[in-house]
């Protein structure tokens, strides 16, 4: 079956030639376990994530549902902004945003109470600020406005004691919205396709993320490179990925997103696959990176 023939969402470790042990992960590093993480005692205040690629269609979304949903199992609270005009991520977690307050409403002012745009999604502990087409006109609208890079971190600020964790889905190009993210977030994520142009485009992102460190949010840290769209049965995939960690090091997540169809099928249904396939290895995969970012300190 051709939906078959795209699943891959196993990612077996692969053999060592000729030795039996280590067993290496898909970016060649030791495969390694990430605890469970500990219950927390309270809760906030928020650490802020912009989940950043230029580049589109490269899980930035999927990432935000995904991670959020698996992050929310763990017990943490999280909030999760959509701030991209398709709105990808408001259908992804099944808003209807027809006749709500979006985050463009918040930008302009017009409504002042982030919290009264808050809506909760069916995962329990995770929320979120959703968007719609609307948000397409904010940044001809902001651009005369007076520290017009800062008005999404003033947004969230009037939240942040609630949440442990905030993720920002932003759109793929580097514009004013995409500057407001990054000056709002303590640390980015960045998704990369393991696909051949996936390496252009990263260089001018963290050109961009220096040049935001430099002028406006001087202790924003990269938490990491998360590869997606992985299949390990191509040699493309797997050089790629080589590339990816050869290239950034350390700063290449251990966890990786295997390519399959489920995902697709999740957004479909407005559900993470964490509900909508818990089983499936797809869903353990987001939930091996939440382990991770919490093992890395990126997460509460
Ligand atoms: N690991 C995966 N395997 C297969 N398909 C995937 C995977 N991750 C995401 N997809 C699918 O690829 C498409 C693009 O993913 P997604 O919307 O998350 O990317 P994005 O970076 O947010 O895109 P955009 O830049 O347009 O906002 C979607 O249809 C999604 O369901
Ligand atoms: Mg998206």
């Known amino acids: 079956m051709a ?34 993480p500990a219950p927390l005692n309270g809760h906030g205040p928020a650490r ?20 959020g949903a698996s992050l929310a199992q763990y017990g943490r609270r999280v909030l999760a902004i959509d701030f991209d005009p398709q709105g990808a991520l408001s259908a992804g977690l099944g808003i209807n945003t027809h006749d709500l307050p979006t985050i463009y409403d918040l930008l302009l002012g017009s409504e002042k109470d982030t919290l009264s745009t808050i809506v909760e999604t069916s995962t329990p502990g995770l929320d979120i600020i959703p968007a719609n087409i609307d948000l397409s006109a904010a940044e001809v609208h902001l651009v005369n406005e007076v520290a017009r890079e800062m008005i ?17 889905d932003c759109q793929p190009s580097l514009g004013l919205l995409t500057v407001n993210a990054l000056t709002a977030a ?3 994520l960045i998704p990369l396709e393991c696909e051949f142009f996936a390496l ?6 963290i050109e961009t993320i220096d040049k935001v460190r430099d002028r406006l949010n001087p202790a924003i840290t990269l938490d990491g490179i998360l590869p997606t769209m992985f299949d390990p049965r191509t040699l493309h995939s797997r050089e790629v990925l080589e590339r990816v960690v050869e290239t950034f090091g350390d700063r290449v997540l251990e966890s990786v997103i295997g390519r399959t169809v489920k995902f697709p099928d999740a957004s479909v249904a407005g559900t993470p696959i964490t509900t909508f396939a818990p089983e499936h290895a797809a869903a353990e995969s987001y939930r091996r990176v939440a382990r991770e970012l919490v093992a890395r300190g990126a997460v509460a």
């Open 3 to 36: 939906a078959k023939r795209n699943d891959v969402a196993e990612l077996p470790g692969l053999d060592v030639p000729g030795t039996a042990e280590p067993k290496l992960g898909p970016t060649g590093r030791p495969l390694r376990e990430f605890p469970v």
């Open 186 to 188: 303590h640390g980015v």
């Open 48 to 67: 802020i994530i912009a989940l950043c690629n230029q580049k589109g269609g490269v899980g930035k979304t999927t990432t935000t549902i995904n991670l």
């Open 200 to 205: 252009r485009g990263v260089a001018l992102l």
């Open 152 to 168: 999404l971190a003033r947004v969230l600020r009037r939240v942040s004691d609630r949440y442990d964790v905030i993720l920002i």
